[in-house]
């Protein structure tokens, strides 16, 4: 049973530019959350995605957009970025109810030049 | 809003020494409360979560917490730390979302070192 996956594993941006990053969710769940890791943090809530909508935002900017897919995984969008964009992207799959665990994937870790 | 810390930015110890990792959270509601480990680079892997029911909860590589609702903690222990247990350890506070689903709110993590 595969797990949570994420794509790409790196990444490396210029200042302005965009970028997409990937998730799928672990087998049987249908809820993708995505946090922002920056060095020596804590994970911060960027948004949840459930039945291809936007449940809840965390305090991110516009610049910050995902996409959830009928099969359920997930991109997350960042344009015009920042030095200050640079972290590691997790994604997380559980279940839609309250008391559902996110599972984690590997991470994307994202650099901004 | 919730939020969680944990006290401890450091912690060493010597292998076969017993652990405690100390975490305080604040939710106005009854929390679902969560100990994820992370390894260099990698992502984060559950080692236990308390929803309801009994306060000691027993996870995985032999970690168990107590929830103390007087105290606002849920503190990760174990009594015999093992050299692969090095890593950063993240406690983390569910809240419910409209409709349904969760979000978490983690700490700032504690990087524990083990000493052979």
């Known amino acids: 049973d595969a797990g949570v996956t994420q794509s790409p594993t790196h990444l490396i941006k210029t200042r302005g530019q965009q970028v997409t990053l990937r998730c799928s969710p672990k087998s049987g769940h249908d809820t993708v959350s995505w946090y922002q890791q920056a060095l020596g943090q804590g994970p911060q809530f960027i948004f949840q995605?459930?039945?291809?909508?936007?449940?809840q935002r965390g305090n991110f900017p516009d610049r910050f957009s995902g996409h959830q897919f009928p099969n359920y995984s997930s991109e997350l969008n960042v344009n015009a970025l920042l030095l200050g964009d640079s972290a590691l992207y997790l994604c997380?799959?559980?279940?839609?109810?309250?008391?559902?665990?996110?599972?984690f994937g590997p991470g994307t870790r994202l650099t901004v030049l | 809003a919730q939020s969680v810390t944990q006290p401890d930015i450091h912690i060493t110890v010597s292998e076969g020494a017993s652990l405690e990792l100390r975490c305080n959270y604040s939710y106005g509601a009854t929390p679902y409360l969560f100990w994820y480990v992370q390894s260099p680079g990698q992502g984060l892997q559950l080692l236990l979560k308390?929803?309801?029911?009994?306060?000691l909860v027993q996870g995985i590589k032999g970690f168990e917490a107590e929830f103390k609702r007087s105290q606002s903690s849920f503190n990760l222990r174990k009594p015999s730390v093992h050299w692969s247990d090095a890593a950063e350890y993240f406690c983390a506070v569910g809240a419910g979302l409209t409709g349904g689903g969760n979000k978490l709110t983690f700490g700032t993590g504690t990087q524990l070192k083990v000493e052979l």
């Open positions: 997380a799959s559980s279940g839609p109810k309250v008391a559902d665990t996110q599972y």
């Open positions: 308390y929803f309801s029911g009994d306060t």
């Open positions: 995605y459930y039945e291809e909508e936007e449940r």
